[in-house]
């Protein structure tokens, strides 16, 4: 039933990003009328594109990654605790690495994977630009037109300055448990 979902993610999986807007926009009381998705494989593949991404890892996360610890996710090269380059499928892997922890450090590891791929893009040349759009945008589902794609884009080397303001739905504090 079009109105029954319990979680946002189901809504996207059962209708795609127009179902997860309308359910959004209904619990939330918002008005979001425009959206642009991707998956992890488009977040993989600009990461090579970028060369790869810096993250600080824990002694914990190292372990999960390097199959020491059970966890859902492992990398294809050693990692340490400590700063280490990940290619764009070790990034994903650390993104998603569950078990170790709570969910809210692993919505923090994603954070940081899109954080430190947006610190690389600042850094970028057209060129560079142009390779980054060749491989994320076919990967990309969005209600925007072309021309307004291209608007964006040719706007885009302005945002590179911009801090970007993250936030997780439910806010801390204002959510409770459900026994089940």
Known sequence: DKGSYTKINQAYFVGGPKQAVEALNRNLDLQIQ???TF?????ANAIDVLGGVDIELTAL??????????????TKHT????????DGYDALQYARQRF????????E??????????DKVKTLSVFEWNNLLDTALPLV??????SEITSLLMDAPGFTNSEIEQMTIPAEGTYGSKKT
Request: glycine fraction near 6%; charge should be neutral; hydrophobic fraction near 40%.
């Open 34 to 36: 425009d959206y642009m």
């Open 39 to 43: 998956n992890w494989k488009a977040v």
């Open 61 to 74: 996360e190292a372990q999960g990654l390097n199959g020491e610890i059970y966890t859902n996710a492992i």
């Open 79 to 86: 990692v340490y605790e400590g700063w280490n380059h990940l």
């Open 100 to 107: 170790i922890d709570s969910d809210w450090q692993r919505i």
């Open 109 to 118: 590891r994603q954070r940081n994977v899109v954080s430190a791929a947006f």
């Open 141 to 146: 589902k969005t209600n925007f037109t072309k």
